[in-house]
């Protein structure tokens, strides 16, 4: 029986299988023939075979994990289904399941472990930093790391919140008992495992010195490991893509009745706005990628100026993905903090309506903003004032979400519980964000700090000050909840306390270091910067140390001590705290009847949903 | 109490989920889905026009590069057919006309097969290749890229064609599945998808829309690609 497990569809199977897959692709590759192959191969260069391999790996890793058993049952005319292995035990973590509590997890896990990578390559281009000149990487290597560093957390954070929280909440918000399309929820979360490992890969291939934007020409007369980033992205691309489709439909189709628009939790209105964006622009994304490997492989000439291509294209087209995905990352984090706050405020959400506005209204700009990424690019100058005037549009639906959120706090009964700190340290975080995004919308002043650490720190400040310290909000919120477990509140205060003194401490010197002059990507810099980067290095360091306490925290609640959770630990009214902890596999005995008020905190009873959980049976 | 401990769980009382759910699912899957495709085409529209305003070095279209106006013409008129036929079909697979159904859906799966190997056909007698300029790389990224989408909805249209034989001796909305049938379980999966035949309306419903709007981007495609 064992044996027969090992060798069944389940991970084992699947990492087997894509490292075969890998190799095959890889020989299939070089008996590919044409002159200007040959040209680079002599030099060990020969992108087609990577990506060759890079494609059959995949195919073979999610062969392995079952993926293609149900589209071959289709293609012999067997009829539809919907679950898999929903109940197999532990092996269901390792494998495709379609229990969307258990892709939640498998996301929680998946993406925290590459995020961790991510993060110690941050530390180790800050240890280089700790001196105006080489320290211990050369310049490729430093490029490699910035590069390394900036796609994985800009890929694995794309779905850092949908992906664990919505896949995990939503359907129980919304009174369902499962996603829309399970077996896509799970391909996504399996493309994102596959995209991850194919991007550490790069290490192999000489790395890539393009940074997450992976901007022709440089990309395109690059070494192999371009081709990782290429497909680690096109692969993210995929994923987010079908993950926010998914999203959309589950909502639109099965919310339970009496849960009208009006209605829905605002982290759901945070998930539908964010899924939008995913699904019209990550397929930008997957096309330009696909152009830019044409390009290495076929020799196109898309971004090659010698040959009646442009690598503005490339720019253009990246950006019109790569802004509505900076909005991918922030609207989740806002999603979450406006759930948050009315639950430790005790009052209803604050203008529920001005936040769902905020949300579409950001949602809509973000698309019609992406040359300020080019203003210093050499564009037609009279793109620049629209640009400018759109991208500082975006800060009046992003201030609708702040007065939100301050309308919640104003007269509330705050509990400091760690869910809630985060929360607060996000609207500190984003708005410090925000309000030094001001600088790179506006035309003469972008002309200053782009490409300096300014840019650098702010984006940091949106994208970690926001999205990170909400996803850990959402972690020390809802994870009791998912895994039936309690987290340690003290150690939670303590990292909580750490990594928002760390973090503001590391960024904050970083946008003065940015106003006077330091550039990014660029391993040396001037000797009068060194004690500021010897403070932000240090600080960064202190901020990597408090992900130490934060792991710590999670191991020894969740594993070792395993403190059982109360159902309602927050005493939240929302649908999902209503539920035994953990929820049971088929979510509501009955679907639930939703009342007319998403938040009726303040004494107003009688307005909860009505939820008929499941029975257990010995 | 752990997570795996809860499982046990009385699925007798649970109450079954409509199979009406799995159909507007697949409704609006399928307009979603169409919406990502056009934004798939979108990356190459703009570049087409991004390239050609440019024209670096005068290298966009140099002489000599030509597509093959008999190819793009024959291509445009087996997928349009091919989406007329699922069309046709699709309404009689609603009306439970469902030979008449197989019969054109089978044409529909010619047509489209055909068009793809016409692409191929002329990907190999186009007289230009990919290093002649920001036409011929939109050209060939652009076809290849609809080429590998046309293939995958095709494998979709398989799909239902091959249900519908398999199961072409059951009564319309009365075929059900047995407990367990689905994907195994007994208990968990009882109201799984209970009536293939019947969903299956859905699902060319939802294929035809889709595959409509891959033709419509596909006549795009020929306008800008061949006419323009």
């Given at each position: ?19 075969v ?16 192959i ?92 700790l ?36 896949n ?63 497909a ?21 189709t ?87 706050l ?19 209204g ?6 019609l ?9 050499g ?63 506006d ?16 984006f ?19 994870v ?10 003290r ?6 306390w ?17 106003f ?5 990507r ?11 980067n010897?403070?932000?290095s ?27 959770a109360?159902?309602?630990?927050w ?5 999902e ?35 008929v ?6 | ?27 609006i ?81 010619a047509?489209?097969i ?9 990907w ?38 091959a ?5 072409r ?44 709007t ?15």
């Amino acid at each position: 029986m064992k044996l027969r497990r090992l060798i069944g569809f389940n991970l084992l199977t699947a990492v087997v299988l894509g490292v075969v897959g890998f190799y095959v692709g890889w020989w299939l590759g070089h008996l590919v023939k044409a002159e200007s192959i040959e040209y680079f191969d002599d030099t060990g260069q020969n992108d087609i075979a990577l990506f060759v391999a890079y494609f059959t790996g995949v195919v073979g890793f999610l062969v392995g994990l079952g993926f293609a058993n149900y589209p071959v049952q289709r293609l012999l005319g067997k009829p539809p289904s919907l679950r898999e292995k929903e109940t197999a035990g532990i092996g269901r973590y390792f494998g495709l399941c379609t229990d969307h509590k258990v892709v939640g997890i498998q996301y929680l896990i998946g993406i925290g472990a590459f995020i961790f990578i991510g993060g110690l390559n941050a530390m180790l281009i800050r240890f280089e930093l700790l001196r105006p000149t080489h320290l211990a990487w050369n310049g490729n290597n430093y490029l490699t790391l910035v590069g390394l560093h900036g796609t994985m957390m800009m890929g694995m954070m794309t779905s850092g919140i949908l992906g664990p929280f919505a896949n995990y909440f939503v359907p129980l918000m919304i009174g369902a008992r499962r996603m829309a399309f399970p077996r896509i929820e799970a391909l996504t979360f399996w493309l994102l495992m596959a995209a991850g490992t194919i991007l550490m890969t790069a290490l192999a291939f000489g790395g890539f010195p393009t940074g997450w934007t992976g901007y022709a020409p440089l990309s395109e007369q690059s070494n192999m490991g371009v081709d990782a980033y290429i497909a680690f992205f096109a692969l993210v691309g995929l994923s987010m893509m079908l993950l926010g489709l998914n999203m959309l439909v589950t909502v639109i189709t099965m919310r339970a009745p009496g849960l009208s628009w009006s209605r829905l939790p605002i982290f759901v209105w945070g998930t539908i706005t964010t899924s939008v964006l995913m699904v019209l622009a990550a397929p930008v994304l997957v096309s330009t990628l696909f152009m830019l490997a044409l390009d290495r492989t076929a020799q196109t000439s898309f971004f090659n100026v010698q040959a009646g291509g442009s690598p503005y294209l490339y720019e253009n087209l990246f950006w019109i993905f790569g802004h509505p995905e900076v909005y991918v990352l922030a609207l989740p984090g806002m999603g979450i903090v406006l759930e948050i706050l009315p639950v430790f405020a005790r009052k209803p959400l604050w203008g529920y309506r001005l936040a769902v506005t905020g949300m579409v209204g950001i949602m809509l700009l973000s698309f019609l903003v992406w040359q300020h990424h080019l203003f210093v690019s050499g564009i037609n100058g009279d793109l620049r004032p629209f640009y400018m005037l759109s991208t500082e549009l975006i800060s009046l639906p992003t201030g609708f979400i702040f007065v939100c959120a301050l309308g919640t706090l104003w007269a509330g009964r705050i509990r400091l519980t760690v869910p809630m700190l985060f929360a607060l340290a996000w609207i500190f975080n984003f708005l410090v964000g925000g309000l030094s995004g001001v600088f790179l919308s506006d035309v003469p002043s972008d002309v200053t700090t782009h490409g300096s650490f300014f840019s650098m720190a702010h984006f940091h400040y949106t994208i970690m000050g926001g999205l990170l310290f909400a996803f850990f909000g959402a972690i020390y919120y809802w994870v009791p909840k998912m895994t039936g477990f309690e987290l340690n509140e003290r150690l939670g205060k303590i990292h909580f306390w750490v990594m928002f003194i760390a973090f503001n401490s590391t960024f904050g010197p970083l946008l003065v270091i940015g106003f006077l002059g330091m550039p990014r990507r660029v391993v040396t810099y001037a000797g009068y910067l060194q004690g500021a980067n010897e403070w932000v290095s240090i600080s960064a360091f202190v901020l990597g140390a408090s992900m130490l306490v934060f792991l710590v925290n999670l191991v020894w609640t969740q594993v070792f001590v395993r403190t059982p959770a109360a159902a309602n630990p927050w005493g939240s009214k929302s649908i999902e705290f209503q539920l035994p902890s953990p929820v049971p596999v088929h979510n509501f005995d009955r679907i639930p009847t939703f009342g007319p008020d998403p938040y009726p905190y303040g004494g107003i009873e009688g307005t909860r949903p009505v939820v008929v959980p499941a029975r257990p049976t010995a | 109490m752990s997570e795996l401990a809860q499982h046990s769980t009385d699925y007798g009382v649970v109450e079954h989920e409509s199979t009406s759910t799995v159909e507007r699912n697949l409704a609006i899957g399928s307009r979603l889905w169409a919406s990502a495709l056009v934004f798939f085409f979108f990356a190459f529209l703009f570049a087409y026009f991004y390239l050609r305003s440019l024209n670096e070095n005068g290298l966009f279209k140099p002489k000599g590069v030509h597509a093959p106006q008999g190819f793009g013409i024959a291509i445009v008129i087996c997928l349009v057919l091919s989406a007329t036929l699922l069309y046709l079909g699709a309404a009689d697979q609603r009306a439970d006309r469902r030979p008449a159904w197989r019969l054109k859906g089978l044409g529909a799966f010619a047509f489209g097969i055909a068009a793809i190997a016409l692409q191929i056909i002329a990907w190999a007698s186009i007289g230009f290749g990919p290093t002649d300029g920001g036409y011929a790389s939109v050209y060939l990224g652009w076809t290849g890229l609809y080429t590998i989408f046309v293939f995958g909805t095709l494998y979709w249209l398989e799909t239902c064609l091959a249900l519908s034989y398999r199961y072409r001796g059951e009564p319309f909305g009365k075929a059900e599945v047995a407990p367990g049938d689905a994907s195994g379980d007994a208990h968990r999966e009882a109201h799984d998808i209970a009536n293939p035949v019947h969903l299956n309306t859905s699902e060319v419903s939802a294929l035809t829309f889709t595959w409509t709007t891959l033709v419509a981007i596909g006549v795009v495609t020929w306008l800008v690609l061949y006419v323009l």
